[in-house]
T-cell receptor, first 113, second 116 residues
Framework: GEQVEQLPSILRVQEGSSASINCSYE??????FPWYKQEPGENPKLIID?????ERKQIQELIVLLDKKAKRFSLHITDTQPGDSAMYFC????????????FGSGTQLTVMP | GALVYQYPRRTICKSGTSMRMECQAV??????VAWYRQSPQKTFELIAL?????????EQNFTQEKFPISHPNLSFSSMTVLNAYLEDRGLYLC????????????FGKGTRLTVV
């Protein structure tokens, strides 16, 4: 079945710098790629998503890129702030008429002041 | 707005016993509900996908006999962990969405299961 690889598992950056998280997927028919942020004790929250008809999407300081040929997508957080510290999960939708999201293993982002 | 409530938030059960967790959608119609388990290693494992008026689809390594799910209407789903053992511990998340397209999936805060 679909597997989603996510790297790195741990990421520490200085406040104000950029943070990048990379994911790859196997199913070339996957067409929906959301990113979730999860803070301790909280539910995962959707922060940005991209569909297969796009290559780039930006919401404020969040940028997602999708390379369908390489089956890779990435999240870039520009001008990071301490409040961006959290677990981040990428996901890919599985095809075959179902919508199950298959998640990556997560990235623990720490933004150091 | 759309919200998903899960309860209980935390539960402890003795090894070999069972516990039931519930998922309530507010502000939207939960046409589909997916149950995930987030392991101590932080990975989300998909357990099963339930769509109202359709059969529940279980993932490999998860069975109805172990994780029976009920999804009787567009606002409620429940899942039971039968004969819980140590390997069943973790955070169980309910994710729900409206419709059948690629709409946003809303997650609850999860039920954390500890088995002693």
């Amino acid at each position: 079945g679909e597997q989603v690889e996510q790297l790195p598992s741990i990421l520490r950056v200085q406040e104000g710098s950029s943070a990048s998280i990379n994911c790859s997927y196997e199913d070339s028919a996957s067409n929906y790629f959301p990113w979730y942020k999860q803070e301790p004790g909280e539910n995962p929250k959707l922060i940005i998503d991209i569909r297969s008809n796009m290559e780039r999407k930006q919401i404020q300081e969040l940028i997602v890129l999708l390379d369908k040929k390489a089956k890779r997508f990435s999240l870039h957080i520009t001008d990071t702030q301490p409040g961006d510290s959290a677990m981040y999960f990428c996901a890919a939708s599985r095809s075959s008429g179902s919508w199950q999201l298959i998640f990556g293993s997560g990235t623990q982002l720490t933004v150091m002041p | 707005g759309a919200l998903v409530y899960q309860y209980p938030r935390r539960t402890i059960c003795k090894s070999g016993t069972s516990m039931r967790m519930e998922c309530q959608a507010v502000g939207f119609q939960a046409t589909s509900v997916a149950w995930y388990r987030q392991s101590p290693q932080k990975t989300f494992e998909l357990i099963a996908l339930s769509t109202v008026n359709s059969a529940i689809k279980y993932e490999q390594n998860f069975t109805q006999e172990k994780f029976p799910i009920s999804h009787p209407n567009l606002s409620f789903s429940s899942m039971t962990v039968l004969n819980a053992y140590l390997e069943d511990r973790g955070l169980y998340l309910c994710g729900a969405r409206e419709g059948t397209g690629d709409t946003e999936v809303f997650f609850g805060k999860g039920t954390r299961l500890t088995v002693v």
